[in-house]
């Protein structure tokens, strides 16, 4: 089969070029960082679906998940893994963001909804509400996170933050705040405001979506 008959008039790295990677479906964007597919599966193929897979996957996979999907060697798995950290990794370290409501906070935390453990974060905020840092906290067990605010400040103090805002994952897809969530959310507004660095929000992400402890249960943060 020829190029042009798998992806059109386009390739999808010149589409990148001509375009804008936004434009480019997943399988596409996947086929780019696969480069080329095997003999009997062409790389749309492949791509389509390894797509397919990551798609039904509640949390990242690993290297043996992806090798057992045929044509992906383990070249080409190490490949789609580094990827997949990559973008967890920048996530995380996103900054100068300004942020006026927590929504514009979840692309940045998107990595959480993926992760088997709970996962405790600290975004910090300067002055002009800019994401200064996010950090992780502490990873729990499979349903449980356990935080003291002197290690949930730690961060903010060395950011010279004004106001933080919290946030974690919960494995089990719920965004309902258990009653150890809404604690410890009490727990961590007293603690700013006796260090002078309030909580603006706490934020729950799943593979569902995200809640604000803020909406829910606004008597935490009077």
Known sequence: MRV???????????????????????????SVILGNGIRGKNVIELSNELSCYLKTRQVLPEFNDLKQISGLGQA???????????????????????ITTPAQLVPQLSF???RNQEHMVCICLNGANRVAGIHVLTIGLANQ???????????????????????????SGT?????EDIRIT????????????????????SREGWSSLKSSHPLCFR
């Open 4 to 30: 042009s008959e798998i992806f059109g008039d386009l390739r999808p790295r010149e589409r990148i070029i001509s375009q804008g990677v936004s434009e480019l479906s997943d399988s596409e964007l996947i």
């Open 76 to 98: 080409k798995s190490c490949q789609i893994l580094a990827c997949l950290e990559l973008s967890s990794r920048f996530l995380l370290g996103g900054t100068g963001v300004t």
């Open 112 to 114: 959480l909804k993926h």
């Open 145 to 171: 996170t356990q935080i003291h605010p002197r290690e949930a400040f730690s961060h903010a103090l060395q950011d010279n933050a004004v106001s933080v805002i919290f946030a974690h994952n919960h494995p």
């Open 175 to 179: 965004l309902k705040p258990s009653p």
């Open 186 to 205: 009490e727990r961590l507004v007293e603690s700013g405001r006796v260090l002078d660095i309030p909580v603006l929000d706490h934020l729950i992400i």
